[in-house]
């Protein structure tokens, strides 16, 4: 009997002890697993640093299953197309990562699952996981036409799908090559051409005229006008001292319907029938459209702004803004989500770059729900339509004459404050059932009509022939 108590005794001592070690085997796991999550992503953990030569992981497509960026044998991740080096991003053990590789890099390493169950796994399961492919939404032949067309002069070209927001070209000039910033990295950073810079979704630049279609859609909305109302401007109108003329714009000087102010652009209408809607109302359509606010968007985007957060909001500042210039800045991406309100009906389609998840080839889901908001009505969104396809109609864009192809557009030539214009052209097209929408800018280029227009031109002609 005194020995069974012994070995009972023991026996409680064992396990006693071995509680006690799994207790602090747990507690260190909840310290470095849970409290300490910091370190997951400092560049001394050797599973970050691991993370830049991971040969399983996944790969980077566009729609038609090219490989943009993967993982060669020897642990190098390679990139094959320097037009979409601002989406796909980069990925080094120096410079971190952005694009693409940053915001899906849970899905291309294959990340362990989070938890207590995941953690106490990946202790003891050290089997390096299999990361999926992204695929994304970009068409090969859209994205090469906007390339090609932009050519080597700064600026953007941006093309969605406004039926369901897919991405179907973005480009961003100058590019580079992410596989060489372990050798141009210092060079690149210091470079004052920005060329890591996204200009489709971070470049903030004057609209110009093209932002006359929010402003159209405010007048229109609010009953200040309708497309038939008469307007005249005598060579220039005056508001509170600041003159804004009309006579270097085709039909500018005389009398014509607002429709025609809209089709030839003319500043001096805008700017008065703009102090009639009020600051009240070119903030709530603009609002409405997207500015103050950042892009929900796949890649990190600028938030476009109606003027500046000091700004004195005088008439004189609202009367300029209202035919593009004052304070206003907006990014591409941005303009192209005005042209795809107009050609959707007026419901946005939340811009997305990805289409699904796979691995060896099967689909795994989607990686971005489908998200829409009514930003004007059906009604607004058809008269704005017929207005975008006036200037078209009207020889204000000719670059974007297609054979048998009805298109919207808007140009826009913006101050650019040293003397030059951006050019601007923001367009949809087949005009009856819209299936592109785009949006151009060329850093200094000049007039929206003869330089942005014909690059629209081009991928609106890839995009109609897929």
């Known amino acids: 009997m005194i020995a069974l108590n012994g070995f009972a005794r023991r026996l409680s001592a064992t396990g006693t002890a071995s509680l006690a070690v799994l207790l602090v085997f747990f507690c260190a796991l909840a310290y470095w697993q849970v409290f300490r ?8 953990n050797p599973r970050v640093l691991s993370a830049f030569y991971d040969p399983g992981r996944g790969s980077i497509l566009d729609r038609d299953g090219n490989i943009l960026a993967e993982t ?8 094959y197309d320097a037009s979409t080096a601002h989406l796909v991003g980069y990925l080094d053990p120096r410079f971190g990562s952005q694009g693409v590789e940053l ?3 849970s899905v291309l390493s294959g990340a362990v699952p989070s938890g207590w169950a995941g953690a106490f796994r990946a202790e003891f399961d050290r089997s390096r996981p299999k990361g999926s492919d992204v ?5 090969p032949d859209v994205q090469a036409a906007a390339a090609i067309a932009l050519g080597a002069r700064s600026g953007a070209v941006v093309a969605l799908d406004p039926r369901n927001g897919e991405v179907l070209a973005m480009v961003s000039v100058p590019t580079y090559d992410p596989g060489a910033l372990a050798i141009h990295g210092d060079g690149l950073f210091a470079d004052a051409t920005s060329p890591l810079l996204n200009r489709a979704t971070q470049g903030l630049y004057p609209p110009g005229s093209t932002f006359k279609t929010v402003t159209a859609a405010g007048i229109l909305e609010r009953g200040i006008a309708t497309p038939e109302t008469i307007v005249t401007c005598p060579g220039e109108i005056v508001i509170d001292g600041f003159p804004i003329s009309c006579k270097n714009t085709p039909q500018g000087v005389g009398t014509y319907p607002f429709k025609s102010a809209f089709t030839f652009s003319v500043n001096a209408i805008f700017a008065q029938l ?6 009240a109302g070119l903030t709530d359509i603009a609002r409405r459209f997207g500015f103050d606010s950042q892009i929900p968007f796949t890649l990190e985007t600028a938030k476009s702004q109606i003027h500046g957060p000091d700004a004195e909001t005088t008439t004189v500042l609202l009367a300029t803004t209202a ?7 907006a990014t591409p991406l941005q303009m192209a989500e005005i042209a795809a309100v107009v050609a959707n009906g007026g419901t946005l389609a939340q811009p997305r770059l990805t289409l699904r998840e796979q691995r060896d080839g099967r689909s795994l889901g989607s990686l971005e729900p489908a998200v829409s908001r009514r930003v004007i009505s059906a009604e607004l969104a058809s008269i704005l339509r017929e207005f975008m396809v006036s200037v078209v109609q009207n020889g204000q864009a000719a670059g974007v004459n297609l054979p048998g192809v009805v298109v919207g557009g ?5 101050e650019a404050g040293d003397g030059t214009s951006h050019a601007w052209f923001i367009a949809f097209a087949p005009a009856e059932a819209p ?3 785009v949006a151009v800018v060329v850093e200094h280029g000049g007039q929206g009509g003869s330089v942005a227009s014909p690059i629209a031109g081009q991928v609106i002609r890839a995009a109609l022939a897929r």
Do not use: M, N, P, S
């Not at 060669?72 to 990139?79: F, M, N, S």
């Not at 035919?323 to 800045?329: D, H, N, P, S, V």
């Open 37 to 44: 999550t910091d370190l997951a992503g400092d560049d001394r």
């Open 72 to 79: 060669l044998g020897d642990g190098t991740r390679q990139y």
């Open 103 to 105: 915001a899906f890099h």
């Open 135 to 139: 695929v994304l939404t970009i068409a």
């Open 274 to 279: 703009g102090v009639k809607l009020g600051w």
């Open 323 to 329: 035919f593009g210039q004052g304070e206003l800045l």
């Open 410 to 414: 808007k140009t826009g030539t913006a």
């Open 435 to 437: 299936r592109i929408a």
